[in-house]
Nanobody, 124 residues
Framework: QVQLVESGGGLVQAGGSLRLSCAAS????????MGWFRQAPGKEREFVAA????????YYADSVKGRFTISRDNAKNTVYLQMNSLKPEDTAVYYC?????????????????WGQGTQVTVSS
């Protein structure tokens, strides 16, 4: 079992930056692929970024490529999402997710564990 707790969300102006953190419990964290997803009001949850178990492979949605960076620190059981050049359309609840697949995966169906989400609001 892995429990995930996100933090770092908030209100920021367009062009600003935020760093989300996801703290995981459980000794198997380092063997999990991790991902970030987001869900805006009235929309389906969508993939944002993913990272493999050792951090060697990462994937990004086209909408965030070049602006967001996913990373992980297995010694701290934590995965991060650095978000730069934020846009109003990035406004959503951001969810951290863990997958028993060690590779980075973009498919929501591959994720077994989810955090409770953290709100990110970008004002124009």
């Amino acid at each position: 079992q892995v429990q995930l707790v996100e933090s770092g969300g908030g209100l920021v102006q367009a062009g600003g930056s935020l760093r989300l953190s996801c703290a995981a419990s459980g000794r198997t964290f380092s063997t999990y692929g991790m991902g970030w997803f987001r869900q805006a009001p009235g929309k389906e949850r969508e993939f944002v970024a993913a990272i493999s178990w050792k951090g060697g492979n990462t994937y990004y949605a086209d909408s965030v490529k070049g602006r967001f960076t996913i990373s992980r620190d297995n010694a701290k059981n934590t995965v991060y999402l650095q978000m730069n050049s934020l846009k109003p359309e990035d406004t959503a609840v951001y969810y951290c997710a863990g997958s028993s697949h060690i590779v980075a995966t973009m498919s929501i169906a591959d994720y077994d564990y989810w955090g409770q989400g953290t709100q990110v609001t970008v004002s124009s």
